[in-house]
């Protein structure tokens, strides 16, 4: 996969505009001016969260005894499942915070943020070349970028786009996603194939 398409990838998993309703919900008892300062802490917190699984991940996959056939396939359909979701979204929200309290870390962090698609994503990614770590750390950190930005321009996404058009965007990055997901099942089980084969 190339660094572009991995950050894209991740980018889509991340679901920025998708959370954008629940990070606008958790901080809306929250004053103004602190608000920008626990986004930014918040989303600080989930990209060193990330980075650790993106080079630890190699390690946990071979203390499992993983093959990539496997995280692959497993990959697919776990961001399939991630795509539908954002294509049929269920009703109600996750916050867990009482209302006019600070969030720390949950929910915004994790799993808004860094969540087990994109961790289980970039385990994918480390096991799947571990000798580019320098462009998967650099498709991470672009994805994280955008998604920052997004989340930090809330308020004016908000405005310009609306509620309906937020929902429009969000189900078309998940008919994206769930292509992407796709084509991973279909690559890891072409693969599986090739090396029953050659046993």
């Known amino acids: 996969m190339e660094t572009l398409s991995a950050a894209i990838m991740l980018f889509l998993i991340m679901d920025p505009l998708g959370n954008l ?23 600080l917190v989930s990209l060193a969260i990330m980075m650790l ?3 630890t991940g190699e390690q946990i996959l071979n203390f499992l005894s993983l093959k990539k056939e496997a ?21 109600g929200g996750l916050s867990g915070v009482a209302a006019g309290e600070e969030p720390f870390i949950v929910p915004l ?13 970039l385990l994918l990614l480390a096991h799947a070349d571990p000798n580019r770590m320098g462009d998967w750390s650099l498709a991470l950190f672009g994805a994280w970028f955008l998604s920052a930005v997004i989340l930090m321009m809330s308020d004016l996404f908000h405005r310009l786009l609306g509620e309906k058009g937020l929902t429009a965007v969000e189900r078309l990055m998940g008919m994206l996603l769930v292509m992407i997901a796709v084509q991973m099942l279909l690559d890891g089980i072409i693969d599986y194939l090739a090396f029953a084969k050659s046993i």
Do not use: N, Q, Y
């Open 109 to 121: 962090a994790i799993p808004l943020v860094a969540g087990p698609s994109i961790l289980a994503a």
């Open 21 to 43: 309703p629940v990070f606008t919900a958790v901080l809306k008892h929250v004053e103004k001016k602190r608000r920008r300062k626990i986004i930014i802490r918040e989303l």
């Open 71 to 91: 995280v692959s396939i497993a990959g697919g359909i776990i961001l399939f499942l991630i795509g539908i979701k954002m294509i049929f979204p269920t009703e």
């Open 53 to 55: 699984f993106l080079f």
